[in-house]
């Protein structure tokens, strides 16, 4: 059974009724007015009709529209930020657990940790901390949920210097499959804590979290550097030794594509093949040129680098990542930037429907290795790039154009990839591409978690580590 389309018979008014009366948050059912927004996902591409949708207002509703859930036997979906790419926050024929209004940030700048409720997203988290100087290494576009990106690993602009996401994380509340509220850390169910450091969505609904925060001054120096594309070998050939020798501050993404008309691009590199190099310097302002020197070296014909809100950077893309778009987005982790790498890239990025389309790369390294590979169940810490095949469309009927382009340059990265991977790259997957993504010994521990926390495997709507696997 293709369990992203299971499907039950109609709920019915009378078990409509019965979940209204015990939530005080609203529900809304298919059919009714509003249930068209209520089941609509960040990706436009996924379009599926749950029988009910529950917007939770507090950690209690959770518990009641879980037991429900369960009561009825309907599949669930657990929505936060709603960002999920393969669409794992929203079901078919069954309950939708919302909780973007269990909302907000509570910051203790004494102690530098943030108190995250479950529904929050990453905008929320940066700017309570940054009101204090503080920050905690997150993704890059505002409006994703803080709890998707988490439980999956956590990769952004700060990850060099502060590591993951998971790596700053302090304790979970989580709403298990038997309906308990659990704390889980370091010293409360710590088997479980390292599980969710990687591949939390199979253990149950994170209802808030605590994390760790940093000292970041609220201005680090952003932006593009764009090249002809011949210099891309020669862009590359500074890259590629960035994982290990460039300033833990640093984080540089490289990718190749055809230049689109909008800044920092302009008209003159409008349709003309280019190679992008994008940083981000969160150290001391007064070193950045030095840091930068040798990518400018290279001649961009485009330089936008410069002093930048750290606030303003983390919604810099928020627009073109807009919710309701069309997305295409998968991720690998290689070990380093070979020629023929490189090649498939640029042949990839060049070869596209729309300047929408890219092949490109961040680097890793820094602070991400100096945590025990075995810490956490994140799988890919030996990872020295990133690499991510993404492409963003409006019109339904251009569908199969893009998600052929980009199966077809993941399928061109795979023989250059780590078979270790971040959950929240990867789409629908089978039991072996999932162990393999873990590795052996870390998927037999996921599955011995999974067993004891989720044994009917009642949160499947994720990348699924089955109970039933062998």
């Not at 940790?113 to 890059?140: W, Y």
């Not at 302090?170 to 450091?197: I, K």
């Not at 729309?354 to 790369?361: F, H, R, T």
Request: charged share 25%.
């Amino acid at each position: 059974m293709d369990l992203l389309s299971y499907a039950i018979p109609a709920l019915g008014d009378v078990a409509t009724r019965a979940l209204r009366e015990v939530l005080d948050g609203e529900i809304v059912a298919r059919g009714e007015a509003g249930y068209h927004a209520a089941r609509t996902v960040w990706n436009g591409t996924v379009d599926r009709q749950p029988e009910v949708v529950a917007y939770c207002a507090d950690v209690s509703d959770v518990v009641m529209a879980l037991r429900f859930a369960r009561a009825h036997d309907l599949v669930v979906a657990v929505r936060s930020g709603g960002h999920s790419v393969p669409g794992f926050s929203v079901c078919d024929g069954g309950i939708v657990i919302d909780l973007s209004r269990i909302r907000g940030v509570e910051v203790d700048p004494t102690g530098r940790i943030a108190r995250v409720a479950g529904g929050s997203v990453l905008g929320d988290l940066d700017a309570a901390a940054q009101a204090h100087g503080l920050v905690c290494p997150v993704g890059a576009v505002a409006h994703t949920g803080v709890a998707g990106l988490t439980l999956g690993g956590g990769l952004g602009h700060l990850m060099r210097r502060y590591g993951l996401t998971i790596d700053s994380l302090r304790a979970v509340e989580l709403v298990t499959a038997d309906g308990r509220c659990v704390r889980v850390s370091a010293d409360q169910n710590a088997d479980l804590f390292w599980g969710l450091r990687g591949a939390g969505a199979n253990f149950g609904i994170a209802t808030s979290f605590e994390f760790d925060l940093h000292p970041l001054e609220p201005v680090v120096v952003a932006g593009s550097l764009i090249y002809d594309i011949e210099r891309a070998s020669e862009l590359a050939g500074l890259v590629r030794t960035m994982p290990d020798t460039a300033p833990d501050e640093l984080v540089v993404s490289m990718s190749w594509r055809i230049g689109p008309a909008r800044p920092p691009f302009g008209p003159g590199l409008a349709g003309r093949p280019v190679a992008v190099c994008s940083v981000v310097y969160a150290g001391p302002i007064r070193e950045a040129e030095r840091v930068l020197r040798p990518l400018r070296a290279l001649g961009p014909v485009v330089d936008s680098v410069g002093p930048t809100p750290y606030i303003d950077l983390q919604r810099r893309s928020d627009n073109v990542m807009a919710w309701g778009r069309r997305y295409y987005w998968k991720g690998a982790f290689v070990t380093e930037l070979s020629d023929e790498l490189l090649e498939v890239a640029i042949h990839r990025s060049v070869d596209v429907p729309s300047p929408n389309a890219a092949v490109g790369l961040m680097t890793l390294g820094g602070a991400i290795d100096r945590v025990p590979d075995r810490e956490t169940a994140f799988a890919a810490r030996a990872g020295r790039f990133w690499v991510t095949a993404e492409a963003v469309w409006d019109d339904p009927d251009d569908d199969d154009a893009y998600l052929a382009w980009g199966r077809g340059a993941m399928t061109a990265i795979a023989p250059f990839a780590m078979d270790r991977n971040y959950a929240n790259d990867m789409g629908r997957t089978g039991v072996e591409t999932l162990r393999a993504a873990y590795g052996d010994e870390r998927y037999a521990r996921l599955l011995a978690l999974k067993r004891h926390w989720d044994p009917d495997n009642v949160f499947r709507m994720n990348h699924n580590v089955r109970p039933d696997a062998t």
